[in-house]
Structures are given as C-alpha cells and as structure tokens.
C-alpha cells in the first residue's frame, strides 16, 4: 500500500511540471529551429449600427509616443469606452417645420461629464448618412460635443432639412474628440424617427361690412372678397367714401412672406375718364389731403412693419398711397406665421368737375412665401 501512495505523488508532480517544462523547449522540427520568440502585436476593431468590439493581442511593451503630429500607442489598446448614449429624441415642434427637426442627446447610464457625442442623421435608414455639426447644419465628417455643447436637456435644432422627409437620428458617445475620439467610440444608440412637413402657404381676402372703424377711420361701404361697390355718389358732395378688405395668410416657410398690391389701370369709365389718384406712393404715402375738385382715390395698409424701404411709412392713420400697375408691398413678416390679418383701407372722393360715369378698375393681391 505504501509503494501505491508514492506512485500516485509522483505521477501528481510529473503533471504539475509538464507546462513549464513544455515553455522552455526550443520550437524546431525536421527541417527548422526556432530558438528565440516573441508574441507580438495585433487586433482589429469589429462594428455594427449597434456594437462595436476592440479586441489586441500585445507584447508587455506599452506607453504612448507623440509629436506634435502624431500619437502612437503601444501595448493593449485602451480599456476605458463610454457607454451606449441613451435613445435620443427627435420631434418635429408644433408640426410645421419642413427643413428642420428638434432633437435631444440622452446620456448612457454612468456616463462621464467630458463625455463627448457624435449624432448621424439619414433620409434612407442609414443606407447613407452625414453627422449633424455643431452649427446644427449637416455634414459629412463626425462633429464631437459634450452634452452642453448639444444643448443640454433642452436639445438642438438640426437645419437645411428637406421638407416632407422622413429622418433617423443615432448617437455615439467617446472621451476625446478628433482622433482620440476613435479610440474610446461606443456603439451607436437606439434611432429616432421624425418627419418634416410640407411647405405651405394660404392666403385669404375677405370684406368688411360698413361702419367698422378701420386705422382710424369708419367705413361707409360694404366690401365683399371680389369686389368694393361704390354705389352711386353725388358728384360735388366732396365726403370720403370708405371700404375695406382683409388680407389673411398663414406659411411655415421661414424667411416669412410678402404680400403685394396692383391694379390694371386708374378707376376708369367706358369714355376713358379718369379718377385721379392721391399724391402719395408706396414708398413714401402721404396725407390723403383736401379741396378736391375732380376725383381723389388711394389706399391704405394696416401693416405698420413692412420688410422694404421704410417699415414704418403707414404708420400714421391718414398716409396714402396711389395704386399702380406695378406691384408694392403691403404686408409681409419675416418668419412663420398663423392667420396674421392685414387691413387694406380705400377712400374715394368725387369732386364738382369729375365726369359722370361708371368707373372700374380690377385689383390683384399676391401673396410671396421665402423659405
């Protein structure tokens, strides 16, 4: 029993011995003979649209060697990655913005605040895609930002957008930005999905009924969305004749809108007599004035803020201006709008030497969206 026991000691040691034993061999055969060997460096980066892995095989050499050009680490590549961001928002506010969408990077848990983001942005499910910069345009390279710098919780607004187009959003998050950032780059987050709207544009002319005070004035005649009938007028009775129209428009375009005015010819009857007009132009509207003889006609806008010339020139209620056979300005605003109202004020009045007749003239409005 006891010459059993020790067989089975030293069996137990001879395997314990086999591996360093075996390391310390020389590597040869038939035809080579290895006598010195190092295990050397090597690895390679694996990614998905949702992972990414860094595997390295290293010697025990390791440090890092930089000029003012280059940076070269040796060794195991680095072992500190952020986590995966937090699935993003992306949301178009109010529902009409057609060449943009808001949106708000969400921290992975455990996230570090020198954390830095990267945020692609698609069209076509990231078949193809650009990286929003940290002027909110698009870009093709990574543009790398802390979450202040992405705007905290309040988020972005990412531009030059193409309207009525879907758009995925991911996000990536690294510990450095430019090359660093490739070191540490996590994986890319869950995506969002926003759509854009449709340009739009809406314009509406209504009438106003008499006795409505307008800029200052009350209206005598009822207008409709087609037309201002004067009636019959005493000629020489001299008082002001008064109608209205509201213009009404409604556009998500983002320079705004202009809306202008023209007529076809003066107010004119069939033997081509004429109504004349005020002194005052669009660009300078003057009083509607008095000691009429013939026939005075002009307009005036409610719009005290036009985008041309001298935005405040109708501002006083009794500035007039002659209408032409050119368009001008008669309300505009330089960003979106809902259901903004203008007012467009005529006065007519007919003097003792004005020649009797059905006069007419046709008047266009038009209405110009920038976006």
Known sequence: MAYQNKKYLLIALLFLAIPSFVFAQTMSSPNYNIENSTLDGGG?????SNYRSV???????????????????SGFQPGAYPGIPGQPTLVNTGGTLYDSLDFIVVPGDGQQS?????????????????????????????AWQDYVGWGSGVGERVVG??????????????????????????????????????????FAIAGVNSAEVVEGETTTVT??????????????????????????????????????????????????????????????????????????????????????GTPNRFLANDTFARMETVPYEIACDSGPVTSQITYILYKLVIGTLQPAGDYQSTVTYIATATY
């Open 44 to 48: 390679e980066s694996s990614s998905s």
């Open 223 to 308: 207008s409709t969305a087609t037309s201002i009938g004067y009636g019959l007028l005493t000629i020489g009775d001299g008082s002001p004749n008064l109608a209205a129209q509201t213009i009404t428009v409604s556009t998500n375009a983002s320079g705004g809108y202009t809306a202008t005015a023209r007529h076809d010819q003066d107010l004119t009857n069939p033997n081509s007599d004429t109504i004349a007009t005020v002194s005052g132009t669009n660009a300078a509207p003057a009083a509607f004035g008095t000691g009429v003889t013939t026939g005075r006609f002009g307009y005036h806008t409610s719009d005290d803020s036009l985008c041309t």
């Open 161 to 202: 957008l193409q309207p009525d187009t879907e758009y995925k959003i991911r996000v990536k998050a690294s510990y450095g930005t430019g090359s660093d950032a490739e070191d540490t780059e996590s994986g890319y987050s869950l995506e969002a999905t926003a759509t854009t709207s449709g340009q739009t544009l809406s």
């Open 114 to 142: 020198d954390t830095t983001y990267a945020i692609a942005i698609s069209d076509d499910n990231f078949t193809t895609f650009q990286f929003i910069q940290t002027d909110d345009t698009l870009g093709p390279n990574e």
């Open 55 to 73: 595997d390295s095989i290293s010697d025990i050499e390791s440090g890092t060697s930089a000029s003012t050009n280059f940076r070269n680490p």
